[in-house]
Nanobody
């Protein structure tokens, strides 16, 4: 079983950048698809990005394409979400999650078995 811990959230002005980190322990992330989701108050948890470690295949939500990137650090068992050109509507709690089924990158949070505690991102206008 893998444990996930996010960090890197904070308050930033619109147009700014943040890099979120997800540190894994207990198991290598090479056996998972690792994703980032976010949830704003009163809204459903939504898919942001995911990466399959075996081949580096990446999927991004349309609303972050061109602004966010996801990457992995195999040596340190970590995943990152680089967020640029942040907008107020990006304000949410961001969660790191892992899915042991690596056949395809799925965007529904229901398929991700392991979750971190979340990190708050607030973008001011």
């Amino acid at each position: 079983q893998v444990q996930l811990v996010e960090s890197g959230g904070g308050l930033v002005q619109a147009g700014g950048s943040l890099r979120l980190s997800c540190a894994a322990s207990g198991h290598t992330l090479r056996s998972y698809i690792t994703g980032w989701f976010r949830q704003a108050p009163g809204k459903e948890r939504e898919f942001v990005a995911a990466i399959r470690w075996s081949d580096g295949n990446i999927k991004l939500a349309d609303f972050v394409k061109g602004r966010f990137t996801i990457s992995r650090d195999s040596a340190n068992n970590m995943v990152y979400l680089q967020m640029n050109s942040l907008k107020p509507e990006d304000t949410a709690v961001y969660y790191c999650a892992a899915n042991p089924d690596t056949r395809a990158i799925v965007t529904s949070y229901k398929f991700y078995n392991y979750w971190g505690q979340g990190t708050q991102v607030t973008v001011s206008s």
